[in-house]
């Protein structure tokens, strides 16, 4: 993750905007502005750490809202070797230690922790998810549904926590859903339009909800399926026979293509399993990042002792 980006500096100079972290009157009437402290963050929980990057950069974002700026000492945000996003960190265990003017930290603290509480808080779902369809074929990835304006960091601690990101948004990928297929007349012709008008390197994803949907998208050329909404033996029948059709057009005499297959809807922890031991190639799940709950994770800030 480049946390130096300047879509990832917008989204945090908004989120110090948002808290008025440059104009925190509490700190600023009872704190001493020369008063140096050290902030350790501290996972409260088992976790999956991720936004360790964002730490050092709201800091300088901080220093360009503050006009206390040129006052403010150089800082430092410490992090031992072992730990880094997508490690599995111990209840109890520092996860950074920032030593900086005290007054800086008391005001950032609480968009510095929000945003690794969300973040690590996907990645250890979606580690928990990972680990429970190990050992199959199976991948899980991420969905759209995400928090607007933070997909871009959310659909990174998908990727810390094990799982594989999905198209990143509805410029970078061709998915046919039910209502394109509605409103566009049928499956066949929206297929062959979007298979017509494509850009060089696109592939047409087509969601199918029955039998009848598959037989259709296949024949029509579709080059990736989503099986939506379908029970483990459903997926399991769709996936065979999707298989079965490749073979059948290798052994027409066309060329081997590989047509991916994808379970969304309706999968939690509990039934994971079963969809990846249809021999689906990806499973997507939206609660990675819409349902995740925060990691519990505090600072605790003392005066510097140094």
């Known amino acids: 993750m480049d946390w130096k980006n300047s879509h990832i500096d917008a989204l945090l100079e908004r989120a110090l905007i948002e808290d008025q972290a440059a104009g925190d009157t509490t700190t600023n009437l009872t704190i001493d502005p020369s008063l140096q402290a050290t902030g350790s963050i501290v996972a409260r929980q088992e976790m999956v750490v991720c936004g360790l990057g964002a730490v050092p950069r709201l800091l300088e974002i901080f220093a360009r809202l503050d006009e206390r700026a040129p006052a403010q000492?150089?800082?430092e945000v410490v992090s031992h070797p072992e730990i880094f996003d997508g490690v599995k960190a111990r209840k109890g265990q520092v996860l950074a230690v920032i030593r900086h003017n005290a007054r800086v930290l008391l005001s950032c603290e609480r968009v510095i922790l929000n945003l690794?509480?969300?973040?690590?808080g996907i990645a250890t779902l979606t580690?928990?998810?990972a680990d429970a369809i190990h050992g199959t074929h199976a991948h899980v990835l991420d969905?759209?549904?995400t928090v607007p304006g933070l997909r871009t960091l959310e659909k990174y601690a998908v990727q810390c926590g094990g799982g594989t990101n999905h198209r990143l948004d509805l410029a970078s990928g061709i998915l046919i859903k039910n209502n394109h297929?509605?409103?566009?007349?049928g499956l066949p012709a929206v297929l062959t339009r979007a298979l017509e008008r494509r850009k060089k390197g696109q592939r047409v994803q087509v969601e199918v909800r029955s039998e009848q949907e598959l037989e259709e998208a296949l024949v029509f050329g579709a080059e990736a399926i989503l099986l939506d909404n379908m029970s483990p033996a459903e997926v399991k029948h769709s996936v065979e026979r999707t298989r079965q059709y490749t073979e059948g057009?290798?052994?027409a005499g066309e060329a081997e293509r590989w047509i991916p297959t994808e379970a969304s809807g309706g999968i939690v922890l509990g039934n994971i399993r079963?969809?990846?031991e249809t021999g689906v190639d990806f499973i997507s799940v939206g609660a990675l990042t819409h349902s995740a709950k925060a990691a519990d994770i505090s600072m605790r800030i003392v005066v510097e002792t140094e």
């Open 249 to 251: 057009l290798h052994a």
């Open 181 to 185: 297929i509605s409103l566009g007349g």
């Open 73 to 75: 000492t150089r800082f």
């Open 274 to 276: 079963a969809y990846a």
């Open 116 to 120: 690794m509480q969300h973040l690590s």
């Open 127 to 129: 580690r928990q998810f």
């Open 143 to 145: 969905t759209r549904k």
